[in-house]
């Protein structure tokens, strides 16, 4: 698992108004890898995802649908 969750007040607003989680991930990682991995590991289904690749490191924006709430999986997590 190469998955950070990030925690800043930017992340826990996208988790409360869009249902969207951030995680820092290997910067060779695709799209697909990444949606595998989380639907795999936290039993999510993903709607989307948007990268940002920013110096030598890779956020991955991911948006859960609308029958999972980001809200609990941080909170299962120990983000909130």
């Known amino acids: ?9 930017k ?9 969207v ?3 820092k991930t290997d910067k060779n990682k695709t799209k697909d890898e990444i949606k595998k991995e989380i ?3 936290f039993e999510v289904k993903v709607e989307g995802i ?3 690749i920013r110096g030598n490191k890779k956020y991955a924006y991911v948006k859960l649908k609308k029958e999972f709430l980001a809200i609990d999986l ?7």
Do not use: H, W
């Open 1 to 9: 698992m190469n998955l950070k969750p990030i925690v800043t007040e």
């Open 11 to 19: 992340a826990v607003m996208m988790i409360e108004a869009q249902n």
């Open 21 to 23: 989680l951030t995680f």
């Open 39 to 41: 639907e795999e590991l």
């Open 50 to 52: 948007r990268t940002l």
């Open 74 to 80: 941080a909170t299962k997590l120990g983000l909130m």
